[in-house]
């Protein structure tokens, strides 16, 4: 029964409760989606490359001068990340979605920083190897310009998934803000390429892709400042409309921006400097994998009620994959300590992240 005060039943406040952690779940899960997605994108760029070059950061310098920075950042970055998977059972035990959405944003972007660290710490260590030739920067950065394009695709895909009720003003500001973002990055590396470059088309084609993009994303973003200030399903349904010459302007960018010609030349490994660099992104792909596996089973949680016959099973799965975590960062920089494998490790191109 409803206090004289309280304006709500009991029934109606458990209603309210419930309405409230099932789109805490929702949210959630959207979350694992983005955070895996990302991790994956970045393992196969640079863990599972066939090709060695050095990590470019968005700066447009290498993300660490030397093996010995790469490899003490590295280590203080799975410490890091040893913390954040506790803290995210420990939060997922007392059911705070909210805060456990939080921890795994921050994982998503500590793990992209161990993974382009390590990268760029095999890459260093195999080329100081006895017959191993340093890579040769061309005008495009092939990682720089294809996260960027991520980044655009997932910023389209929230406006395209998401309900009008949760477009809410300051998810429509950071959607905004992250497709300008990197917009602007991907105008920087493009100018920077016509200026540069010796073909009279590719002049002319990287300042078209420029003024396509440029464009495309005027139109758009016009329609998020309207969907903003008038909400309808009809301005929403514009959003929508326009994400798609976005994306496509941008994928024909990219295309064209990592043409071979346009990406300079890939390192030349020695058999030695192959395998420590075989054993430093080996390290780096078992965090990863186990990363992603306990997005996965976050995304599993998420997904089902408490009360769910599959609910003990999911919560092993997550502590398993914890476990994972943690042994994966101890093979990271044990290999980066040795700049060996402690154990035997598959070829890094033998497969993708799933």
Do not use: W
């Not at 990340?81 to 998503?108: A, P, W, Y």
């Not at 016509?194 to 139109?219: G, H, L, Y």
């Not at 990363?291 to 799965?317: A, F, N, W």
Request: net charge positive; hydrophobic share 35%.
């Amino acid at each position: 029964m409803a206090s004289s005060g309280s304006g709500k039943s009991a029934s109606e406040v458990s209603t309210s409760i419930l309405s409230g952690s099932l789109q805490q779940r929702k949210k959630l899960s959207s979350i694992c989606d983005a955070c895996k997605s990302k991790m994956q994108l970045v393992a196969d760029l640079l863990l599972l490359s066939s090709e060695t070059r050095p990590v470019i950061s968005s700066e447009g310098v290498s993300v660490a001068e030397t093996f010995e920075k790469c490899r003490d950042t590295v280590i203080a970055r799975t410490k890091e990340l040893s913390i954040l998977t506790h803290d995210i059972q420990s939060q997922l035990n007392m059911g705070k979605f909210v805060e456990v959405g939080d921890r795994l944003v921050e994982m998503g972007d500590l793990v992209v920083s161990l993974t382009e660290c390590s990268a760029h710490a095999a890459y260093l260590a195999a080329v100081e190897t006895l017959g191993s030739q340093p890579a040769v920067l061309g005008l495009v950065d092939r990682y720089k310009v294809t996260r960027c394009r991520h980044e655009v695709e997932q910023s389209c895909s929230v406006l395209r998934v998401t309900g009008l009720a949760d477009l809410t003003p300051q998810l429509l500001l950071e959607v905004s803000q992250n497709i300008s973002r990197n917009l602007r990055t991907l105008s920087d590396v493009s100018t920077l390429a016509s200026e540069k470059s010796k073909d009279k088309f590719a002049k002319e084609q990287f300042r078209a892709s420029v003024r396509c993009i440029s464009t495309s994303a005027q139109a758009l973003l016009a329609c998020v400042k309207e969907v903003k200030t008038s909400p309808s399903e009809l301005t929403r349904n514009r959003c929508v409309l326009f994400c798609g010459p976005l994306v496509q302007s941008v994928h024909a960018l990219v295309g064209f921006a990592t043409e071979p010609q346009f990406l300079g030349k890939a390192a030349v490994i020695s058999p030695e400097g192959k395998a420590v660099q075989t054993a430093v992104l080996g390290g780096a792909m078992s965090v990863v994998s186990a990363c992603v596996l306990l997005t996965q089973g976050l995304r599993d949680i998420s997904q089902h009620p408490e009360s769910s016959t599959k609910m003990p099973d999911y919560r092993e799965r997550l502590r398993n994959s914890a476990c994972a975590v943690s042994d994966g960062c101890t093979l990271l920089s044990q290999a980066l300590r040795d700049r060996s494998s402690p154990r035997t490790l598959p070829p890094v191109n033998s497969h993708s992240v799933n």
